[in-house]
């Protein structure tokens, strides 16, 4: 019912004219209800200045004591209109009433926060000419600045004039209220105001001016404003833990870490200021400058100038302890320092851990690790907090296993339950490894739905993998934490389940049928998510209906994307779904349209176009399309001389080829290993064991290891022209060749246990072993072993160097 009656009102204030113009003093006939009616008071700019004094509320039975309770009860059940009667009625009696009369009801009021009530309050006030007090003062502030109203608190602060200038805390809360909402306008005209009132600043003063120094990014003004606090104030705790914040959130670590360690040093000494009760106006100190003695800021920083004000506390404790017995002096004794310690504790934990994050931030592991360490000297239990930093900072540059899940191990035996966002953070990292089942398992523990990167994570590993059924999985965990996607989880969706047949067999007509509906299911839920086409998630689905080799519905979404501003790769890969589907007039087609409509070509676009004269058989039209690409400034790479060869050798002409290949070569492109294959296949077909030999002889200088086909066109062109010792002798050394250079070195050492387990074992199941133990991690390895197997069943002697090999030096005399 509160809220009910408070919404209106608000509503009303919120679109009234903030820019009226303010005067000190005006016609007591106006009376306007809202915020703004506080402009027509002419009472008295005085103010009772009671910093330092705690409000009590009055216990007696007054009948106006007992309507300032009543008109809080009334606004505590939402009966705005009754508080309104009340409170004429608290003013049209006899009894004379003061400011402390309605304390109560402004305190409440900015507790709620109330602001239009607080602002009839003080028209009611006004009318009676009723002076406001220091607290009242600061209720009418806080009420205005937490109800969102900075304009007109701003207003209120200028039209009272310089009879406030006193009430510095007054100006800290509206400097405070700006840093929280980010209001730099509002907080620059107060500064101006002070300085022009010279009230002077405090330590809550430069508090609030932090926040606003880190809301702007400005870590110049964060040094400026540490170097006036030490010039006028020593560092404490609280200071400290301030002025580390801001660093940290900047991005200054070293001078982070430098502060941090003067605070542990403060906290060893047991040095730390008074915490008045919250709300209270007072001070922590009288802002009177304290004279630097000939001391820096900076060497204050250095040499870690005492606290006076620790003092306190100890007078404190002291003059408290002498009210009491013995007994009671000793539990009063011991229950001070056990807060002191709890109180040091957590503020160097929060400190510890906001440069914690700041490691995290700047991928700093080894400070992260020090600070981890410093913590345990000092006896300090890491917070749930202190850990989510931690495992960002240091657990992923060395591997998930090693370091991500170990910490949450360590949690766990400290019964200690992660945060969601460390879960998610780890499963994420665990995600990028494809550790799949790890990263499932975290993300079944989260509970909120806010960590929508981590799931998209496990979604992408799931489309690495080949594994729709895991994501099938991975999005009801989504829909039951009532998860929103974004628009990169539905460019993964396309993805992952755009395809129904491919890559294990071709599309087929029902698989076909199944596709448009798993895209057409998924597009209508990004619409009704809000969420139009990406360029990555509209590539998706082109390339998933090109792989089912639904050509046309294809070509449909590329003319409705074609409405809209297209990008070079969305052709490239309608070009290529094309192309393996033959449809090479089509490709020429949209690729003169390509050009047309005025999309730039890539490197990628005119090598499917080079392609695509491979399948018309065109070597002119081939040469065309690269002098296109020279004149557009792409020079042609591997893939351009290899598609090339292609087209020459499927003509027969494998001179030409390898005059492409010399020409790459004194180009210095490097070419790979499927150029190379290529040649050695059309020469195997021939014949040719001169273009073999040559071929790999050149392999073998550009240091290009072979693969199991290399050693199949090798060793069968020779066996098929009679040279089977030599194609042994060949395969042996291909063989060796295959082996990662690592591996290399330590063959001599390692030759003899593969000689007796693997190479010349007598046993009969030893070729399923070794696919067995090699086919997964080292497939070289086991086809390099299969291979020398074979060799030795043929009854050749196993060459383990090839300095050994006749057949090896032979090549390099004759191509050298």
């Avoid at 009948?63 to 939402?78: F, T």
């Avoid at 351009?640 to 020459?648: A, R, V, W």
């Avoid at 330590?746 to 007598?762: A, G, I, R, T």
């Amino acid at each position: 019912m509160y809220r009910a009656v408070l919404i209106p009102r608000l509503r009303f204030i919120v679109s009234s004219s903030s820019s009226s113009k303010l005067s000190p003093i005006l016609s007591r006939g106006q009376r306007r209800r809202g915020i703004d009616n506080w402009d027509g008071c002419s009472c008295s700019r005085s103010f009772t200045t009671l910093i330092g004094n705690d409000f009590i509320r009055c216990q007696d039975e007054s009948p106006k004591k007992i309507l300032e309770v009543q008109i809080v009860d009334a606004l505590c059940s939402g009966e705005r209109p009754g508080a309104s009667a009340l409170l004429l009625k608290l003013i049209q009696g006899n009894n004379s009433l003061s400011v402390n009369d309605f304390h109560g009801i402004l305190e409440y009021c900015a507790q709620i926060p109330d602001p239009v009530f607080v602002m009839e309050t003080y028209s009611v006030m006004c009318k009676k000419e009723i002076s406001l007090d220091s607290r009242s003062l600061f209720f009418i502030v806080q009420a205005l600045c937490k109800g969102g109203h900075l304009d007109k608190a701003s207003e209120f602060i200028h039209a009272l004039g310089d009879s406030i200038s006193s009430v510095l805390p007054v100006y800290n809360y509206f400097l405070g209220a700006c840093a929280d909402t980010k209001s730099w306008n509002h907080a620059s005209k107060c500064l101006e105001l002070m300085d022009q009132r010279r009230v002077g600043k405090d330590e809550m003063t430069y508090a609030a001016l932090l926040k606003l120094a880190v809301f702007q990014r400005n870590l110049s003004s964060v040094y400026e404003i540490l170097r006036h606090y030490v010039d006028h104030y020593n560092l404490n705790i609280h200071s400290l833990r301030r002025f580390i914040w801001s660093f940290t959130r900047l991005g200054d670590l070293k001078t982070a870490y430098e502060l941090l360690q003067h605070m542990v040093a403060l906290a060893s000494r047991g040095e730390l200021f008074v915490e008045f009760n919250r709300g209270k106006l007072h001070s922590r100190r009288l802002d009177i400058p304290i004279p630097s003695s000939g001391q820096t800021g900076v060497e204050k920083i250095a040499f870690g100038v005492n606290d006076p004000t620790a003092l306190l506390m100890d007078a404190h404790v002291k003059n408290t302890v002498e009210c009491k017995s013995s007994g009671e002096q000793i539990n009063e004794i011991e229950s001070s320092k056990v807060d002191l310690a709890e109180r040091l504790n957590r503020i160097l934990r929060w400190s510890f851990s906001d440069v914690m994050y700041a490691c995290a931030k700047s991928k700093n592991s080894e400070l992260a690790e020090q600070l981890m360490l410093q913590m345990q000297k000092l006896g300090l239990q890491p917070s749930l907090h202190t850990y989510d930093g931690f495992i960002r900072a240091v657990a992923f540059p060395r591997g998930y296993d090693e370091y991500g899940m170990k910490l949450l191990k360590v949690m766990q035996q400290r019964n200690m339950k992660p945060y969601d966002t460390t879960l998610a953070w780890v499963s994420a990292w665990c995600s990028k490894a494809l550790q799949v089942d790890l990263a499932e398992h975290l993300l079944d523990q989260v509970s909120e739905s806010s960590y929508t990167y981590a799931f998209n994570n496990l979604l992408a590993a799931c489309n690495s993998l080949g594994q729709p059924e895991r994501a099938i999985r991975v999005l009801a965990r989504m829909k039951q934490l009532k998860m929103r996607p974004n628009m990169w989880t539905y460019e993964l969706l396309f993805s992952l389940f755009g395809n129904v047949n491919v890559p294990y067999e071709k599309g087929d007509m029902l698989s076909q049928v199944d596709c448009c509906k798993r895209i057409n299911a998924i597009e209508m839920d990004m619409l009704r998510n809000g969420f139009q086409h990406s360029p990555v998630s509209r590539q998706n689905v082109l390339r998933a209906l090109g792989a089912e080799g639904m050509v046309n519905e294809m070509l449909q979404h590329l003319q409705k994307a074609e409405n809209m501003y297209l990008e070079t790769p969305t052709y490239n890969i309608v070009l290529y779904s094309l192309l393996q589907a033959n449809e090479t007039d089509m490709v020429i087609k949209i690729f003169k349209r390509m050009k047309a409509c005025g999309y730039p070509a890539d490197p990628a676009t005119y090598n499917i176009m080079i392609d695509c004269c491979r399948f018309i058989q065109s070597y002119e039209s081939a040469c065309a399309i690269v002098s296109m690409m020279i004149r557009d400034g792409f020079s042609p790479k591997a893939m351009t001389y290899t598609s090339l060869m292609k087209i020459l050798l499927n003509d027969g002409n494998v001179e030409g080829a390898l005059n492409l290949l010399d020409q790459a070569i004194l180009e210095k492109i490097h070419l790979d290993l499927l150029a190379y294959n290529t040649i050695l296949r059309k020469a195997f077909e021939k014949g040719l064991i001169d273009v073999v030999e040559y071929i790999v002889e050149q392999m073998h200088r550009k240091k290009i290891n072979p693969d199991p086909t290399t050693c199949h066109f090798v060793f069968t062109c020779y066996v098929e022209n009679g040279y089977h010792t030599t194609g042994i002798e060949a395969l042996n050394v291909l063989s060796l060749r295959m082996l990662n250079e690592e591996f290399k070195e330590n063959l001599q050492e390692k030759k003899k246990v593969l000689e007796e387990n693997f190479v010349m074992s007598e046993d009969p199941e030893i070729e399923p072993k070794i696919i067995e133990l090699f086919g997964n991690s080292q497939l070289h390895l086991a086809a390099a072993l299969l291979n020398l197997r074979w060799c030795s069943m043929l009854g050749a002697q196993i060459i383990w160097s090839e300095n050994q090999s006749s057949w090896a030096r032979g090549l390099f005399n004759k191509y050298g």
